[in-house]
């Protein structure tokens, strides 16, 4: 707030001193001491004048002060109105609820009733039917009662109902015994079968698995003789081989022999051995390098005097 009245009496402040620099341009002509009192006067005038406007402005933000804090109460009011209203709002919506859910709890119970009194007449048609079926079951069985009552009159085996209803309970359990023994007997029997017939197929699977053993070992041992006979070809084979290249490397150390003597006897007729000539070698190498070396100084003669 303090800049806003700051840039106002800025704003009226320039104004002036534009109306009065008009003024001034036409009394230009004045003495520096005039131009200096004017604007003495002047600067008092817009003192007096921003003074002025400072108490406008106070009257006004008086003014507006007064006036927020009555919209402020207005505003309280308001607020207070809404609140109340709203509540009053918020119990009929209550209300209203209330009211809804009676309905509807009254509704769910005409339905439960209703669903009541259907099931019960379901359930009284159910026994109507029942009841029907029965006395049709006993005008059916009728027959059955009047037959053992005529049994127990005519036979002094049985005294009462009972005892006859007795013996047939008897008998009805020795056939059941009697058929469980049977189903026992007969599940006895295919377990024996079931057994028998997987003995008979492992015995194939072995009998087959031995067969194709015996093919394997077979030809294993057909391979093995075949072996045999390849290996005692290629043993016969390289005998030969191996003679062959010993009689072939007995030639070329009989000619390197040879060679040596020939040079040995060459120098022996020629100048005087040195410690190396006279160093006899003890190998095929050391003879066939002396005698490479002796070619080899004797083509440098001869390509000497050549």
Same mark, same amino acid.
């Given at each position: ?67 927020? @804090? ?69 005008? &059916? ?12 009159? &005519? &036979? ?48 194939? @699977? ?9 093919? @394997? ?25 191996? &003679? ?63």
């Amino acid at each position: 707030m303090p800049l806003v009245l700051e840039d106002y009496f800025r704003a009226i402040y320039e104004d002036k001193m534009l109306d009065k620099i008009s003024a001034k341009k036409d009394a230009y002509h004045y003495t520096p001491a005039t131009r200096l009192l004017e604007v003495r006067r002047e600067m008092a005038e817009v003192e007096q004048a921003l003074v002025a406007y400072k108490e406008e402005f106070k009257m006004k933000m008086d003014g507006l002060k007064l006036r927020r @804090e009555e919209l402020e109460k207005k505003e309280l009011q308001l607020r207070l109105s809404f609140e109340k209203f709203e509540k009053f709002l918020k119990e009929n919506d209550s209300k209203r609820a209330r009211a809804l859910k009676k309905a509807e709890d009254e509704r769910n119970l005409k339905r439960r009733k209703e669903k009541d009194i259907m099931d019960l007449y379901t359930e009284t048609q159910s026994m109507i039917a029942l009841r029907n079926r029965l006395q049709r079951y006993l005008a &059916t069985h009728k027959i059955f009662y009047e037959y053992m009552t005529r049994t127990i009159e &005519t &036979t002094d085996e049985y005294r009462e109902m009972r005892d006859i209803l007795a013996r047939y309970d008897t008998l009805y359990a020795i056939r059941e015994e009697l058929l469980l023994r049977q189903q026992g007997n007969f599940d006895a029997m295919e377990a024996l079968r079931n057994e028998h017939q997987q003995f008979m197929e492992m015995m194939e @699977e072995e009998k087959l698995n031995c067969n194709i053993r015996l093919a @394997e070992l077979q030809l294993c041992k057909d391979k093995a003789l075949s072996s045999v006979v390849t290996n005692d070809t290629r043993w016969t084979e390289l005998s030969q081989t191996v &003679t062959q290249r010993a009689i072939i490397i007995g030639s070329v150390l009989l000619a390197i022999e040879n060679l040596h003597d020939l040079v040995v006897q060459y120098r022996a007729e020629g100048a005087v051995k040195s410690d190396e000539d006279s160093a006899e070698p003890k190998d095929a190498a050391g003879k066939l390098l002396e005698v490479k070396e002796f070619i080899l100084d004797l083509s440098s003669i001869v390509a000497k005097y050549s």
